[in-house]
């Protein structure tokens, strides 16, 4: 019997025709992990369990997702990383696979997530763009939306930003980063935390819109995360317009 491994997979996917990341009860909807853990057992003749960064939901894009799985197989990496790609490329591309020294955890062994929201904010929607973008016309504030970013900066109680957390579950996180620029005709915000919640990004994205709009203000703002009431908060920003774009690990 050969002595477990452990395999690190680098990946994007396009999410526009998965029902999230996490494998569903029913086996007809389409997961990225469910498509990825058949294809894997298919190769490497075992069960496999996979590990994720980032459970992204239904929509949701990635560029830097990450995710890792023990083996006994004598696969190379390259061999994994080729028949994934033969299989499901262009919709979920392996950028990298690599074998990791223990213990690492795709999941546990991460410091910090980075997200990327994108509005298309032009007269009319860029067909080229569509699938990764929230077409979204007329003016925002992004002033104003900056200035009511800073307020969520910090850790804090995010239950107003998230969707079911779930009984007994810390909805405490800490957002490092969250910034708001202009480009051109699209407005992108970025995001680094811990971890984040369900809906999480897509909240404080629709929260901060509705800045852009006129109809909130940063007191506002600060009155909804210490209200800690998802009903508090405006609706979520669509999953399309959201990427997860970077994975960080300590050394």
Known sequence: ???????????????TGFR?????RDPAVRTIQGELTAALDDLLRERVSLSVAGRTDAGVHARGQVASFKTES??????????????????ISIREAREVADPFDARFSASAREYRYVIDAAEIPDPFT???????????????MRKASAVLVGSHDFTSFCRHPGAGRSTSRDLQRLTVRRDSDHIVFGLRANAFLH???????G??????????SAADVRRILSARERSQAPKAAPARGLTLERVV???
């Open 74 to 91: 004598s696969r190379t990496p390259i061999q994994v990383r080729d028949f994934l790609n033969g299989r499901f490329a262009p919709e």
């Open 207 to 216: 929260t901060l819109v509705e800045v852009g709009r006129g109809r909130l």
């Open 1 to 15: 019997m050969n002595v477990p491994r452990t395999i690190r997979l680098d990946l994007a996917y396009d999410g």
């Open 249 to 251: 690990y300590r050394r």
């Open 199 to 205: 809906q999480m990004v897509r909240i404080v994205v």
């Open 20 to 24: 999230g990341w996490a494998t569903q």
């Open 130 to 144: 569509g699938r990764f973008t929230w077409h979204r016309p007329g003016a925002l504030d992004v002033t104003a």
